[in-house]
Every structure is written in structure tokens, then in C-alpha cells.
């Protein structure tokens, strides 16, 4: 397994576990019970996963947006549930949306407005079937539309789950209305609404990945046509458990040379059956058929004859830790074919790790996998398990799994109803790729800490240079939207939306490729519409060049963030996805006249309030122009930015600024954000001189308008780029309109109006509680734990130590601690205690009996089985009873009137 070590490693352990041997790396060293061979796998995982969470990559997004910070459009009905499936038509502008017994079609430039509507409501029999057969009235045994696709200009083809009895049917797009024609859905579409699914519309023919049966223990892939319909082998060598995410089609006929046929490619996730593993082991697949497959004439009747399957891997080089399960993918065509791309979002199916990646491959690898690779077989091993190995013999004639291209049809074969019998059947034995696929750079575009992906769409820009990026919106289980960027091989996230604020899945994700680019996002409650950037939200040139948007450009002639139209571009646009801030035009330099003012009284505590717009900006303060140090004790941060003052005293009376620190790459960009003069109010009386009580403050605040530079009574504020070499950026001074020197290692340019509304300014630590799971770190959280697991252990360890309750190396070491004098007893004590120490006392009861004159007694009983000793074995009789026994020295010999019984378990022979 590629880039899988670790996994490799507990498997390898794993297989031990029948000989009860332990393994290390390749080596076997020695027998080990099966407990300590359960605490080496749990320690090698516990290990894995504490070495991911800890130094695993993290890609916090440079802007946070609120969802009352942002126009959001949104589409919601009363008792409706379930909005997750989307269909954009963007010849007629509709955008259709497919809910649980209902259809919408809605204004794609503004989904509020509702132009149709039609509900699909199962019958009640069908409904009370449904109920009979162990499934909820209120929930599953409902109509949850499924399949929403295009059939042709005048209808759509719908198909819903309908209680459990998957129903097809035909809408009109005239009249909004179904046509009641309803067909069997087996196959179509999926029976439970929690079941995954996929489908894809291709020329009139619905391809659809779904369960075949009720209890979705039949999975196909299958294809509805009038001419043909065909469906996978019910084999767990073709599908074992899968899990579908998306299935689409690549025009590989356009243009072939070699007489190729279309593609409809599938994504989903497995069970294993090519690696042992303690559980079931998760796989990503890739699956493919022919669009022009008829099936075969004696094998594979009615069944795909170019059914073929490949694993996608997604990993993290660095670290050998593989995402092995697939949620949803994108495929970003071109018109050629072969230069499309693959997105896909990956996590691990062990859970609660907290990581997810995105993952590209290019469609020339798939088919290089699939056209040239080699195949897997099945193999018999020792003790009967089957295992897959690689097929390294030639493989028949035609290649099996291969579309019919023109070298086919020239030896008769125009179809796949003409393949010869070796062909199908190896197809049929052998649907299983040992090459695998591997994704663009061997690694993760961008992996994510603490997120899970849901869904993923990409959008490929033109940015004002000219070079073309990909922009990756992925969404999440709690409604977060996130944009990323891959610039220069390296991924930057410009920024985070909550689309919902009840922090739901996104269920589904949407692009539009016309005119004005819109994101449809559909979930449980609803559909939100969003535009793929918020250029009007950058106030300054700074923040918009910072931001590294391939979307947005600032307009230095109407000094506003506007995003950046391709086809009809202004020559006075800036733009640099490099974050070099230093393009921005100067302006003029704040005056702290125009701070805000904040009146305090003496020794009373005062708040000086501060937000970052930036995530990855980190906070300095400024006093008349010197750097604040946080670790005074008079000056806390409160928030990550504001800074609190406990007890003002006239030496922290002066001129406060707020500096943003931004570093991209080699550069370091700080802002001014706010400023505040302090001051003392001297008409009123102190009421206290506890240097913990807090002042009543008085701010005034500034609302300046941004003018273009000339305007002497503009209030501004600075940039300042400092250079490698540089530590500090230049400091404003306090005095009035003073304009600040460059020197020969630092750039200062003012960008920027100050103040900035606060309401208007992310914070750098998330204040909004709603979105404080956004910043959240789980690394110090498994360390801890981890430790106190540690703890726990040693804890255990040193009470069973001390309860003498481990070997005697372990009391060795007591007795070393303690200074006990107490010797390790021998490893016999513990289970014969009840039996020698009696006799030893009884042995010196009967020598100091014996020499009292008295007559020697016999023992008691030890528990053992034993007879009296009756004439060499004989019966005994009367006579053997009445008549007292010699008395000999044997020492099991008893005589029961002399000695009472004193365990319940002794005998009495006499």
C-alpha cells in the first residue's frame, strides 16, 4: 500500500496475532500472550494518532465571515426537510431543487423567488407497509426526492425512495406537474433515505450506483436505457459495501483517433478485500464503464463487460497517514479530456482524529491505471484465507475491461456482445486494478485540522497576470463554507463562511459557470446562495491585496475592492496573489487627533477595544509610539486583541495604537487599526482607589470618509513592510500630522481609513461563540490525554506493586523504595498457603501431645481425597470400626472423633 507504513505496521501485527508472536518492524522476536499483543496494536495507533493530530498541518483561513456579516440569499418552506438535491439549468436561469415530497424551481439569481412547486406524497397503504416492515412513519417511511435530472428541454426525470418503494416518474417543465407515470425504482434509486447514492444522466440513460434490494445488501451499479440495461455482477469481488459519492461522465470519444468511447466514472468507498485487517478496512475507489457497452452474449449476459475498479490514495507522505475514505468529488473539465482534473475530499475512517484532506489527480493517470495497468487475482494461502494478488501473466485478447476502439473493430468485433468467452471471463474474475492511483505531487492539495469535509466544487480563474489557478470551495458538517487557493504549489485559504447558523451538513454544493458565478449550498433545513467572493468587504488596498483572492482586484480610482471581470478589465485594477501589499498607492498619514478619545478616572481599569481583520495577523500595541509588552502586569489582552489596563496612572496616559502584523512569505506588513488617546477625568472624584475596580470610560468615536489623498483632513492610517532584517515596523508618532521617514530597511505606506467599525472587523481569537469551533486545536486536548493515560498506568502499576501483588523483581524494588525488610515470598506460596502452614501447626501440636504421654492424634483433614487404612485396602467392616486402629505415622491417617472438621470441603471417612 502506498504511502500507508503505519497501517502496514499494525496489519503486519495484526497477522502475528494467530501465532502470538511479537513483531517488530519486519522481525519476529518472541511469543507474547494475546493481552500484550492487543496493547501492541493499541499503542502503535494510540502512537499514529497522537503523531498526526500533534505536527499535522493546519491551513487556518486568513478571513472569518459570520453569517450576519455577509448578503446571503436564502430558500427555505415551511414543513419542508431535506433540500439535497440540486439542479442548475443555466440555459433557462432555474436552479431546481429536490426535498423530501416536494420539487422546486427557483430563480437562480435569487433562489427567494419560488417559481414552481409540486409535492410527491406517498399513499397511506404505503405508508402503513412501509410502517409493517419496521420503519418510521415520521421519517423514513416518506418520499425523499433522489434523482433530479434532465431528460430533455420539455421534461425532467425525478425518481424519491417513496417508503422504502423506490418510484420513478416524468415532470413537465410547461405546467410544473408530474405526468403520474410512475415506474419501478429498484435500481434507480436508493430504498433508504440515509443509503448513499449517485447518479448521472447520460444521452437518456440514467446511470445510478445504489442498493438493488430492501436491505441494501445488494449493491449495483446500474444502467436504465430502452435499448440495454445492464448492472454490475452481485460479487463482493466487484462491490463489496460500497459507499457512492458521485458519478459523471468524460467525452474521451471527441476527437479519438483510436475510436474510443465515452465514460461514466464512479467514486465510492469499500470494504477491503485485498488487505486483512482486525475490522473492515476502508478503500477509495475509482469505477468505470463503457457508455457503448451492450454486455456479453453467453458470459456476462446482461452485465457490464468493462466493469473496472482502482484505488485512489490520498496521504500524507510526511507522516505515512492515509485518508481512506472518500465523501464527494469534482470533476473540473476541459475540452481535452486528458488535462481534466479530479478533486476529491478525503478523511480516515478512524474517526474523531480531526483531519481532512483534497486530493487532485489527473484523468490521464486514471486511464493510464486502467488502459496499462496490471490486474489482481485471487489467491489460496494457509489456512484457507483469500487474499489478492498481482495477475502477471499476459491477459487475454482484446484487453479485458477495455472499451471497443477501431483496432477491435477491424478483427470483427464491433461490440461487446462479440467478445470472445476468455475475455468476459476474466473480466468477471478480475475486475480488481493492482496499479493504483496516485494524486498530483504524491500528497494532499490541502488537508485541514479539526474539519470534516462534506462536499467539494472548483473553479478554475483568470487572474489579471494572466495564469490560471484553481479555487477550491469545500464545505463542512457545520455549515462552513471554505475558499482556498493553490498558489505556487502552495495553498492559501483566503477565507470561511457559515452559510447556516445552525451549524448543519452541507449536503450538497453547487457551482454556476456563467456570468455572475453564484455557490448553491442545500442542506436539512435549506438552500443558501452565496457569491464565490466578498470583494466589497476589503476597505483599504491592504486588506485587498492580503486577502490573495483571485476573484477580487482593487480599483485605485474609486478606492474599493471589486472583483475582477475578465472580459471587461479596467487598466487602473491592482492585483498580486503573491501578498505583496507594497503595490498598493500611497495615501496620507493619520493624525491622532482623529483617535478615538477615552476619558478614564485615576487608578480605575480601562478597556481599549481592538479587532484584527485578519486571522493570521497577530496584535501589537503601542504607547506614544514604543511597543507595549504584555507580560507588565498592568496590561492584559483580552480577546487575543483588546488591550485592558488595570490601574491608569499617569504614565499610561497617552497616545495607544492598534497595529496589525502580517506575514506573507519573507515580508512582514503591519496596520494601524485603531488608535486612542487616554486621558484623565479630572472634574470627577476617584470613588475608589482599588487598582481591580473598573472606571467608568467615555469614548468618542471617529467616522472618517475615505477621500483620495489631497484631502488634508482625511484620517488615515499606515502600513508599514518591513524587510527580513527588520524585527519592529516603524512607529507612528504622537504628534499631529507628522509624516513618518523611511529608513533604508523598512517600506511605510499608508493604506487605509482608520478607525475601522468594529462590528465590521473579524477578531483573531473568534469571539462569536457560534463560530469559536472554527479556531478550535485538539492537540494540547490528546496530549493531555495521553499523559493522564501515562499517569493512570504507572498509578496501576506501582498500587499493585505495593500490594505485593507482581513478581518478586517488582517487591525487590519495593523493599528498595520503602526500606522494607520483607523478602519476596516463593512463587509456590501463594497458591499452597492453606496447605503447609497448617501442618507445620499441627505437626508441633502432636510432638508436644506425644510428649505429654497422650495418644498421637491424627491430622485433620487437608482437603485431599484419602481412605482409612482397613486391612491392606479391604471393605470395611464392623469389626473395623468398633476395634481401635493402631496408630502409625502416615501422616494422612485421621481419626474423625478426635478431630472435628474445620473446612467445609474436608471429608469424613470414618
Same mark, same amino acid.
Given at each position: 500500500?502506498?504511502?500507508?507504513?503505519?497501517?502496514?505496521?499494525?496489519?503486519?501485527?495484526?497477522?502475528?496475532?494467530?501465532?502470538?508472536?511479537?513483531?517488530?518492524?519486519?522481525?519476529?522476536?518472541?511469543?507474547?500472550?494475546?493481552?500484550?499483543?492487543?496493547?501492541?496494536?493499541?499503542?502503535?495507533?494510540?502512537?499514529?494518532?497522537?503523531?498526526?493530530?500533534?505536527?499535522?498541518?493546519?491551513?487556518?483561513?486568513?478571513?472569518?465571515?459570520?453569517?450576519?456579516?455577509?448578503?446571503?440569499?436564502?430558500?427555505?418552506?415551511?414543513?419542508?426537510?431535506?433540500?439535497?438535491?440540486?439542479?442548475?439549468?443555466?440555459?433557462?436561469?432555474?436552479?431546481?431543487?429536490?426535498?423530501?415530497?416536494?420539487?422546486?424551481?427557483?430563480?437562480?439569481?435569487?433562489?427567494?423567488?419560488?417559481?414552481?412547486?409540486?409535492?410527491?406524497?406517498?399513499?397511506?397503504?404505503?405508508?402503513?407497509?412501509?410502517?409493517?416492515?419496521?420503519?418510521?412513519?415520521?421519517?423514513?417511511?416518506?418520499?425523499?426526492?433522489?434523482?433530479?435530472?434532465?431528460?430533455?428541454?420539455?421534461?425532467?426525470?425525478?425518481?424519491?425512495?417513496?417508503?422504502?418503494?423506490?418510484?420513478?416518474?416524468?415532470?413537465?417543465?410547461?405546467?410544473?406537474?408530474?405526468?403520474?407515470?410512475?415506474?419501478?425504482?429498484?435500481?434507480?434509486?436508493?430504498?433508504?433515505?440515509?443509503?448513499?447514492?449517485?447518479?448521472?444522466?447520460?444521452?437518456?440513460?440514467?446511470?445510478?450506483?445504489?442498493?438493488?434490494?430492501?436491505?441494501?445488501?445488494?449493491?449495483?451499479?446500474?444502467?436504465?436505457?430502452?435499448?440495454?440495461?445492464?448492472?454490475?455482477?452481485?460479487?463482493?469481488?466487484?462491490?463489496?459495501?460500497?459507499?457512492?459519492?458521485?458519478?459523471?461522465?468524460?467525452?474521451?470519444?471527441?476527437?479519438?483517433?483510436?475510436?474510443?468511447?465515452?465514460?461514466?466514472?464512479?467514486?465510492?468507498?469499500?470494504?477491503?478485500?485485498?488487505?486483512?485487517?482486525?475490522?473492515?478496512?476502508?478503500?477509495?475507489?475509482?469505477?468505470?464503464?463503457?457508455?457503448?457497452?451492450?454486455?456479453?452474449?453467453?458470459?456476462?449476459?446482461?452485465?457490464?463487460?468493462?466493469?473496472?475498479?482502482?484505488?485512489?490514495?490520498?496521504?500524507?507522505?510526511?507522516?505515512?497517514?492515509?485518508?481512506?475514505?472518500?465523501?464527494?468529488?469534482?470533476?473540473?473539465?476541459?475540452?481535452?479530456?486528458?488535462?481534466?482534473?479530479?478533486?476529491?475530499? &478525503? =478523511? /480516515?475512517?478512524?474517526?474523531?482524529?480531526?483531519?481532512? #484532506?483534497?486530493?487532485?489527480? *489527473?484523468?490521464?493517470? +486514471?486511464? !493510464?491505471?486502467?488502459?496499462?495497468?496490471?490486474?489482481?487475482?485471487?489467491?489460496?494461502?494457509?489456512?484457507?484465507?483469500?487474499?489478492?494478488?498481482?495477475?502477471?501473466?499476459?491477459?487475454?485478447?482484446?484487453?479485458?475491461?477495455?472499451?471497443?476502439?477501431?483496432?477491435?473493430?477491424?478483427?470483427?468485433?464491433?461490440?461487446?456482445?462479440?467478445?470472445?468467452?476468455?475475455?468476459?471471463?476474466?473480466?468477471?474474475?478480475?475486475?480488481?486494478?493492482?496499479?493504483?492511483?496516485?494524486?498530483?505531487?504524491?500528497?494532499?492539495?490541502?488537508?485541514?485540522?479539526?474539519?470534516?469535509?462534506?462536499?467539494?466544487?472548483?473553479?478554475?480563474?483568470?487572474?489579471?497576470?494572466?495564469?490560471?489557478?484553481?479555487?477550491? &470551495? =469545500? /464545505?463542512?458538517?457545520?455549515?462552513?463554507?471554505?475558499? #482556498?487557493?493553490?498558489?505556487? *504549489?502552495?495553498?492559501? +485559504?483566503? !477565507?470561511?463562511?457559515?452559510?447556516?447558523?445552525?451549524?448543519?451538513?452541507?449536503?450538497?454544493?453547487?457551482?454556476?459557470?456563467?456570468?455572475?458565478?453564484?455557490?448553491?449550498?442545500?442542506?436539512?433545513?435549506?438552500?443558501?446562495?452565496?457569491?464565490?467572493?466578498?470583494?466589497?468587504?476589503?476597505?483599504?488596498?491592504?486588506?485587498?491585496?492580503?486577502?490573495?483572492?483571485?476573484?477580487?482586484?482593487?480599483?485605485?480610482?474609486?478606492?474599493?475592492?471589486?472583483?475582477?471581470?475578465?472580459?471587461?478589465?479596467?487598466?487602473?485594477?491592482?492585483?498580486?496573489?503573491?501578498?505583496?501589499?507594497?503595490?498598493?498607492?500611497?495615501?496620507?498619514?493619520?493624525?491622532?487627533?482623529?483617535?478615538?478619545?477615552?476619558?478614564?478616572?485615576?487608578?480605575?481599569?480601562?478597556?481599549?477595544?481592538?479587532?484584527?481583520?485578519?486571522?493570521?495577523?497577530?496584535? +501589537?500595541?503601542?504607547?506614544?509610539?514604543?511597543?507595549?509588552?504584555?507580560?507588565?502586569?498592568?496590561?492584559?489582552?483580552?480577546?487575543?486583541?483588546?488591550?485592558?489596563?488595570?490601574?491608569?496612572?499617569?504614565?499610561?496616559?497617552?497616545?495607544?495604537?492598534?497595529?496589525?502584523?502580517?506575514?506573507?512569505?519573507?515580508?512582514?506588513?503591519?496596520?494601524?487599526?485603531?488608535?486612542?488617546?487616554?486621558?484623565?477625568?479630572?472634574?470627577?472624584?476617584?470613588?475608589?482607589?482599588?487598582?481591580?475596580?473598573?472606571?467608568?470610560?467615555?469614548?468618542?468615536?471617529?467616522?472618517?470618509?475615505?477621500?483620495?489623498?489631497?484631502?488634508?483632513?482625511?484620517?488615515?492610517?499606515?502600513?508599514?513592510?518591513?524587510?527580513?532584517?527588520?524585527?519592529?515596523?516603524?512607529?507612528?508618532?504622537?504628534?499631529?500630522?507628522?509624516?513618518?521617514?523611511?529608513?533604508?530597511?523598512?517600506?511605510?505606506?499608508?493604506?487605509?481609513?482608520?478607525?475601522?467599525?468594529?462590528?465590521?472587523?473579524?477578531?483573531?481569537?473568534?469571539?462569536?461563540?457560534?463560530?469559536?469551533?472554527?479556531?478550535?486545536?485538539?492537540?494540547?486536548?490528546?496530549?493531555?490525554?495521553?499523559?493522564?493515560?501515562?499517569?493512570?498506568?504507572?498509578?496501576?502499576?506501582?498500587?499493585?506493586?505495593?500490594?505485593?501483588?507482581?513478581?518478586?523483581?517488582?517487591?525487590?524494588?519495593?523493599?528498595?523504595?520503602?526500606?522494607?525488610?520483607?523478602?519476596?515470598?516463593?512463587?509456590?506460596?501463594?497458591?499452597?498457603?492453606?496447605?503447609?502452614?497448617?501442618?507445620?501447626?499441627?505437626?508441633?501440636?502432636?510432638?508436644?501431645?506425644?510428649?505429654?504421654?497422650?495418644?498421637?492424634?491424627?491430622?485433620?483433614?487437608?482437603?485431599?481425597?484419602?481412605?482409612?487404612?482397613?486391612?491392606?485396602?479391604?471393605?470395611?467392616?464392623?469389626?473395623?470400626?468398633?476395634?481401635?486402629?493402631?496408630?502409625?505415622?502416615?501422616?494422612?491417617?485421621?481419626?474423625?472423633?478426635?478431630?472435628?472438621?474445620?473446612?467445609?470441603?474436608?471429608?469424613?471417612?470414618?
Amino acid at each position: 500500500m502506498t504511502g500507508s507504513r503505519p497501517l502496514q505496521t499494525i496489519m503486519m501485527a495484526l497477522r502475528c496475532r494467530e501465532k502470538r508472536l511479537t513483531c517488530v518492524g519486519n522481525i519476529t522476536v518472541s511469543k507474547v500472550p494475546e493481552s500484550n499483543m492487543a496493547l501492541s496494536v493499541l499503542s502503535i495507533f494510540l502512537g499514529l494518532l497522537l503523531e498526526v493530530s500533534t505536527h499535522g498541518p493546519t491551513g487556518i483561513p486568513r478571513t472569518t465571515w459570520k453569517h450576519q456579516e455577509v448578503n446571503l440569499i436564502q430558500f427555505t418552506e415551511t414543513g419542508i426537510f431535506n433540500y439535497s438535491i440540486l439542479l442548475l439549468n443555466e440555459d433557462t436561469n432555474v436552479l431546481y431543487v429536490g426535498a423530501r415530497e416536494a420539487i422546486f424551481e427557483l430563480d437562480m439569481e435569487n433562489i427567494s423567488v419560488k417559481k414552481n412547486e409540486v409535492f410527491w406524497k406517498v399513499p397511506e397503504e404505503k405508508q402503513t407497509a412501509c410502517v409493517l416492515k419496521g420503519k418510521s412513519r415520521e421519517t423514513e417511511c416518506l418520499n425523499y426526492i433522489r434523482v433530479l435530472q434532465v431528460l430533455n428541454d420539455a421534461s425532467l426525470y425525478v425518481c424519491g425512495t417513496y417508503a422504502f418503494q423506490p418510484t420513478c416518474d416524468y415532470l413537465s417543465l410547461q405546467d410544473f406537474k408530474l405526468e403520474n407515470k410512475n415506474e419501478d425504482g429498484r435500481g434507480r434509486c436508493a430504498f433508504d433515505p440515509a443509503q448513499s447514492f449517485a447518479s448521472v444522466m447520460v444521452d437518456g440513460d440514467l446511470y445510478s450506483g445504489t442498493a438493488f434490494n430492501f436491505l441494501g445488501s445488494e449493491p449495483i451499479i446500474h444502467r436504465s436505457s430502452p435499448q440495454m440495461s445492464l448492472r454490475t455482477e452481485y460479487s463482493i469481488s466487484w462491490l463489496n459495501e460500497p459507499s457512492f459519492v458521485f458519478a459523471d461522465v468524460i467525452r474521451e470519444s471527441k476527437n479519438s483517433p483510436d475510436g474510443d468511447d465515452d465514460k461514466i466514472y464512479f467514486f465510492f468507498t469499500e470494504v477491503s478485500v485485498e488487505y486483512e485487517f482486525v475490522g473492515k478496512l476502508s478503500i477509495p475507489r475509482i469505477a468505470r464503464v463503457c457508455k457503448g457497452d451492450l454486455g456479453g452474449q453467453r458470459t456476462l449476459q446482461k452485465k457490464w463487460t468493462s466493469f473496472l475498479k482502482a484505488k485512489l490514495v490520498c496521504s500524507m507522505p510526511e507522516l505515512n497517514f492515509v485518508f481512506n475514505v472518500v465523501h464527494d468529488v469534482f470533476i473540473l473539465k476541459t475540452p481535452d479530456w486528458k488535462e481534466t482534473v479530479i478533486y476529491g475530499v &478525503f =478523511t /480516515s475512517q478512524w474517526g474523531n482524529i480531526g483531519l481532512s #484532506a483534497v486530493c487532485a489527480y *489527473n484523468m490521464s493517470t +486514471v486511464d !493510464e491505471v486502467f488502459s496499462k495497468g496490471k490486474y489482481m487475482q485471487k489467491a489460496s494461502v494457509e489456512q484457507s484465507h483469500t487474499k489478492w494478488v498481482r495477475y502477471n501473466a499476459m491477459p487475454p485478447s482484446p484487453r479485458p475491461g477495455a472499451c471497443i476502439n477501431n483496432i477491435d473493430r477491424l478483427q470483427n468485433i464491433s461490440d461487446s456482445l462479440r467478445l470472445p468467452d476468455k475475455t468476459l471471463q476474466f473480466i468477471k474474475d478480475h475486475p480488481l486494478m493492482d496499479d493504483q492511483v496516485l494524486p498530483i505531487g504524491n500528497g494532499p492539495k490541502l488537508i485541514r485540522r479539526d474539519v470534516n469535509y462534506t462536499q467539494i466544487v472548483v473553479d478554475r480563474v483568470r487572474a489579471l497576470n494572466n495564469n490560471v489557478y484553481d479555487v477550491i &470551495f =469545500t /464545505s463542512t458538517d457545520k455549515g462552513v463554507l471554505q475558499k #482556498a487557493i493553490i498558489y505556487d *504549489n502552495e495553498v492559501h +485559504v483566503v !477565507e470561511e463562511i457559515q452559510l447556516f447558523t445552525n451549524f448543519e451538513p452541507i449536503k450538497t454544493l453547487l457551482l454556476s459557470s456563467r456570468g455572475k458565478k453564484w455557490l448553491y449550498a442545500g442542506s436539512d433545513a435549506g438552500v443558501v446562495q452565496s457569491p464565490t467572493a466578498f470583494c466589497e468587504k476589503y476597505l483599504s488596498c491592504a486588506d485587498c491585496i492580503l486577502s490573495r483572492d483571485p476573484y477580487c482586484a482593487w480599483d485605485s480610482e474609486d478606492n474599493s475592492c471589486v472583483v475582477q471581470d475578465h472580459e471587461s478589465r479596467k487598466s487602473n485594477l491592482i492585483q498580486n496573489l503573491n501578498g505583496d501589499a507594497n503595490v498598493c498607492p500611497r495615501v496620507k498619514y493619520v493624525s491622532s487627533d482623529d483617535y478615538q478619545k477615552i476619558i478614564v478616572k485615576p487608578r480605575n481599569a480601562a478597556e481599549l477595544q481592538c479587532q484584527l481583520k485578519s486571522n493570521l495577523a497577530k496584535v +501589537v500595541w503601542k504607547l506614544n509610539g514604543t511597543v507595549l509588552s504584555v507580560e507588565d502586569s498592568r496590561y492584559h489582552l483580552l480577546r487575543g486583541d483588546s488591550l485592558l489596563i488595570l490601574s491608569v496612572s499617569e504614565q499610561d496616559l497617552g497616545n495607544y495604537e492598534c497595529w496589525s502584523e502580517e506575514q506573507v512569505k519573507s515580508s512582514s506588513f503591519a496596520q494601524l487599526v485603531a488608535g486612542f488617546v487616554l486621558s484623565f477625568d479630572l472634574n470627577v472624584p476617584s470613588t475608589t482607589s482599588d487598582p481591580t475596580s473598573t472606571a467608568t470610560t467615555t469614548t468618542t468615536p471617529l467616522n472618517p470618509v475615505i477621500q483620495t489623498e489631497g484631502n488634508a483632513n482625511t484620517a488615515e492610517s499606515t502600513l508599514t513592510s518591513t524587510s527580513p532584517g527588520s524585527t519592529t515596523p516603524t512607529t507612528l508618532p504622537s504628534q499631529t500630522e507628522t509624516k513618518l521617514t523611511p529608513t533604508s530597511s523598512t517600506t511605510v505606506q499608508t493604506l487605509w481609513t482608520l478607525p475601522i467599525p468594529i462590528s465590521d472587523v473579524p477578531n483573531l481569537e473568534t469571539k462569536d461563540p457560534s463560530t469559536e469551533y472554527i479556531k478550535s486545536n485538539n492537540s494540547n486536548a490528546l496530549l493531555l490525554l495521553f499523559l493522564l493515560f501515562f499517569i493512570l498506568f504507572l498509578a496501576l502499576m506501582a498500587y499493585n506493586c505495593y500490594m505485593q501483588f507482581l513478581p518478586p523483581p517488582c517487591l525487590k524494588l519495593r523493599a528498595a523504595l520503602l526500606g522494607s525488610n520483607k523478602k519476596a515470598k516463593p512463587e509456590y506460596m501463594a497458591c499452597e498457603a492453606g496447605l503447609i502452614e497448617p501442618i507445620v501447626e499441627k505437626t508441633v501440636q502432636i510432638e508436644a501431645h506425644n510428649q505429654n504421654g497422650a495418644q498421637q492424634k491424627g491430622l485433620r483433614d487437608t482437603g485431599y481425597e484419602t481412605e482409612p487404612d482397613c486391612s491392606n485396602g479391604k471393605i470395611p467392616t464392623t469389626k473395623h470400626l468398633e476395634e481401635p486402629q493402631e496408630s502409625k505415622d502416615k501422616p494422612f491417617d485421621v481419626i474423625c472423633e478426635s478431630q472435628p472438621i474445620e473446612y467445609a470441603d474436608a471429608d469424613a471417612p470414618c
